[in-house]
């Protein structure tokens, strides 16, 4: 069962990564993309924090709102509208719930966010984005379970893949073998889910 304060710990713990990696998600940008992505998430969860500080959201719903709001307006570049439409449609899916209570559930939640991308990135499976962690996270999370190896492994396999969308798309071919940026900064936002529900 996920509780509002968890879901607050898992935004913060996301937070934390996102500052401790923010050089290496701007790196794998460098080579398919223009080298911000670190930074543009930093400037998302920096203004998620100081929102959070101003007034802290009571719901899980408001909560997922707060963040939305951060991600489409501070982080600039594609990122963030994509973010943005992900949460967007998490906070109409958690409104009016106290607590998540089962993985199927949770499965759900990620899956409208994961639709929120595609619609809003006109994005399939395997185009090389964050979809390609997205989707295989909610099906697992459907399934019952989610475990960091799974996660690592869907970011991993954005390596073997030509880029449709986004910068990377440019490159075509030679997008080949590099990690998509996105998918690395949506392995984190997992990552720490996953530590927040054991
Ligand atoms: P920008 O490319 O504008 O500099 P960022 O570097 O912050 O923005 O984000 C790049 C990431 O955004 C990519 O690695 C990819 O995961 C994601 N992305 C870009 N375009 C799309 C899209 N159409 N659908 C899904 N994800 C996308
Ligand atoms: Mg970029
Ligand atoms: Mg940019």
Same mark, same amino acid.
């Given at each position: 069962?996920?509780? @509002?304060?968890? =879901?607050?710990?898992?935004?913060?713990?996301?937070?934390?990564?996102?500052?401790?990696?923010?050089? %290496?998600?701007?790196?794998?940008?460098? /080579?398919?993309?223009? &080298?911000?992505?670190?930074?543009?998430?930093?400037?998302?969860?920096?203004?998620?924090?100081?929102?959070?500080? !101003?007034?802290? /959201? #009571?719901?899980?719903?408001?909560?997922?709102? =707060?963040?939305?709001?951060?991600?489409?307006?501070? +982080? &600039?570049?594609?990122?963030? /509208?994509? %973010?943005?439409?992900?949460?967007?449609?998490? +906070?109409?899916?958690?409104?009016?719930?106290?607590?998540?209570?089962?993985?199927?559930?949770?499965?759900?939640?990620?899956?409208?966010?994961?639709?929120?991308?595609?619609?809003?990135?006109?994005?399939?499976?395997?185009?090389?984005?964050? +979809?390609? @962690?997205?989707? *295989?996270?909610? !099906? $697992?999370?459907?399934?019952?379970?989610?475990?960091?190896? !799974?996660?690592?492994?869907?970011?991993?396999?954005?390596?073997?893949?030509?880029?449709?969308?986004?910068?990377?798309? %440019?490159?075509?071919?030679? $997008?080949?073998?590099?990690?998509? *940026?996105?998918?690395?900064?949506?392995?984190?936002?997992?990552?720490?889910? =996953? #530590?927040?529900?054991?």
């Amino acid at each position: 069962q996920l509780t @509002v304060e968890d =879901v607050q710990t898992w935004f913060t713990k996301f937070t934390k990564k996102i500052k401790e990696n923010k050089g %290496y998600l701007s790196d794998l940008d460098t /080579p398919i993309g223009d &080298g911000d992505h670190g930074n543009n998430m930093a400037r998302g969860v920096n203004a998620y924090e100081e929102s959070f500080e !101003q007034k802290q /959201p #009571e719901t899980i719903s408001d909560t997922f709102q =707060v963040f939305s709001m951060a991600m489409i307006s501070k +982080v &600039g570049g594609a990122s963030g /509208p994509l %973010y943005g439409s992900a949460l967007m449609n998490m +906070v109409k899916e958690t409104k009016g719930i106290e607590t998540i209570d089962s993985y199927e559930q949770l499965g759900s939640i990620i899956e409208q966010g994961l639709a929120g991308i595609k619609k809003r990135g006109k994005t399939e499976f395997e185009d090389k984005t964050m +979809v390609d @962690v997205w989707e *295989p996270v909610a !099906q $697992s999370l459907k399934e019952g379970k989610l475990i960091k190896d !799974q996660i690592e492994k869907a970011k991993e396999h954005t390596k073997d893949l030509i880029a449709k969308k986004g910068r990377a798309s %440019y490159l075509g071919e030679r $997008s080949k073998g590099h990690i998509d *940026p996105g998918a690395a900064s949506s392995a984190l936002f997992f990552d720490a889910l =996953v #530590e927040v529900i054991g």
